[in-house]
């Protein structure tokens, strides 16, 4: 049994608790951290796991195998840095830091340890509708990718979330899962900005078009729109040389007809937009544990979102094209 500690009891830490107390096997919570001391009590009262303000004690405690970082992205890299120097094996939310540079960071401590510790919850990759559009590229029958067109809405989002965060926030689940459809390298990175929603306020612009380029030239769009008001939409279409691939949604929803007008549902949120994919990905961590591995994304595919990300927020200032380059070349110790 892989004994977990969360830290970070928000929405989502919450979320995972739940899973992990409720569906995942071979892993229970045994301890809890979060900086407000209610929200830890009422995230231990699904699980019934210590409860700790100070995640360096939960990351310490020799009852926690396994640390689980879900507090806000800017809070990451001392948790990952702590948890790396404990040598606990780590589950991190997306993204694994807010700057590249913080990545590296992580990168070359988890290096320096020798061992393979982070997963990254990049939980897009364990999608069905994302495996299927892979599937059918990996087939070769519809040729080469050649642009992609996606939109990533949200209903709303809080006061506190601004213009970078449509960015480190949103659209970090594009930017990797993208280039890991395509099997491509991201060159550059360009963000287009229409007129702002009345929904938004001053420290948010939206919503924003961001604009990727591949190094074999694939031309990526995505639509980042965080106040649409209708639904969570989250779509993909791949164009290719002999053919389209539309993304399938996970769960496929019946179309009504009724007082002369036909509807289907969308969701509402990615709690259950992607929630089998946040139990596969889980899950497959748990199992790799097991076995004393770790397949899923890891702490280079991290900092490869981070570079793309730093240059998107540049470009959301200069509206130029910025280049995307990575500081250091891929550490061997990535390939194995
Ligand atoms: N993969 C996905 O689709 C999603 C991922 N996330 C990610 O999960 C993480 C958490 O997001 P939310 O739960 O939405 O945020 P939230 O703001 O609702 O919760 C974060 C919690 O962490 C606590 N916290 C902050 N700093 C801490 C620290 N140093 N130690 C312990 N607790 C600390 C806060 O008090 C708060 O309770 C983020 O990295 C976010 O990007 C969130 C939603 C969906
Ligand atoms: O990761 C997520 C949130 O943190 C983020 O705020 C949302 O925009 C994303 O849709 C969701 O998947």
Redesign the pocket.
Same mark, same amino acid.
């Given at each position: 049994m892989l004994n977990v500690g969360v #830290?970070?009891?928000?929405? $989502?830490?919450?979320?995972h608790i739940s899973r992990l107390t409720n569906k995942i096997q071979g892993a229970q919570v045994v301890a809890v951290?979060?900086?407000?001391e209610e *929200?830890?009590k009422k995230a231990a009262s699904i699980c019934n796991a210590k409860v700790?303000?100070?995640?360096k004690l939960l990351i310490n405690d020799p009852d926690v195998d396994a640390v689980f #970082?879900? *507090? %806000?992205?800017? !809070? +990451?890299v001392? !948790?990952l840095l702590e948890a790396i120097q404990a040598g606990k094996r780590i589950f991190?939310?997306? %993204?694994l830091c807010t700057t590249a540079e913080d990545c590296l960071k992580v990168v070359q401590a988890e290096v320096a340890s020798g061992k393979h510790l982070i997963q990254l919850?990049? $939980?897009r990759r364990y999608d069905v509708g994302y495996a299927k559009v892979k599937e059918a590229l990996l087939s070769g029958e519809y040729g080469e990718p050649l642009m992609l067109h996606c939109t990533h809405r949200n209903p709303e989002v809080g006061t506190n979330y601004n213009t970078p965060m449509a960015v480190h926030?949103t659209a #970090? +689940?594009e930017i990797d899962v993208l280039h890991w459809l395509v099997d491509d390298e991201y060159e550059s990175a360009q963000v287009i900005m229409p007129r702002v929603t009345k929904y938004s306020h001053s420290e948010l612009k939206d919503p924003q078009i961001m604009l990727l380029r591949t190094k074999k030239g694939v031309c990526i769009d995505v639509e980042v729109f965080v106040n649409c008001k209708f639904g969570y939409d989250i779509n993909c279409e791949v164009v290719c040389e002999d053919g389209a691939i539309k993304m399938p949604m996970a769960t496929v929803y019946p179309t009504i007809r009724k007082n002369a007008s036909v509807s289907t549902t969308i969701d509402t949120d990615?709690?259950v937009r992607?929630k089998d994919a946040?139990d596969a990905e889980v899950q497959a961590w748990v199992d790799d544990a097991a076995k004393g591995e770790i397949n899923g994304p890891n702490a280079w595919d991290g900092y490869l979102a981070a570079i793309t990300a730093d240059a998107l927020v540049k470009a959301q200032q200069t509206g130029a094209i910025e280049k995307i380059n990575a500081a250091v070349e891929k550490p061997d110790f990535y390939n194995k």
């Open positions: #830290i970070g009891c928000g929405g $989502m830490g919450r979320d951290c979060d900086v407000f *929200s830890a700790y303000t100070d995640e #970082i879900v *507090s %806000p992205g800017f !809070a +990451h001392e !948790a991190c939310e997306k %993204p919850g990049f $939980m926030d #970090i +689940h990615c709690f992607f946040y």
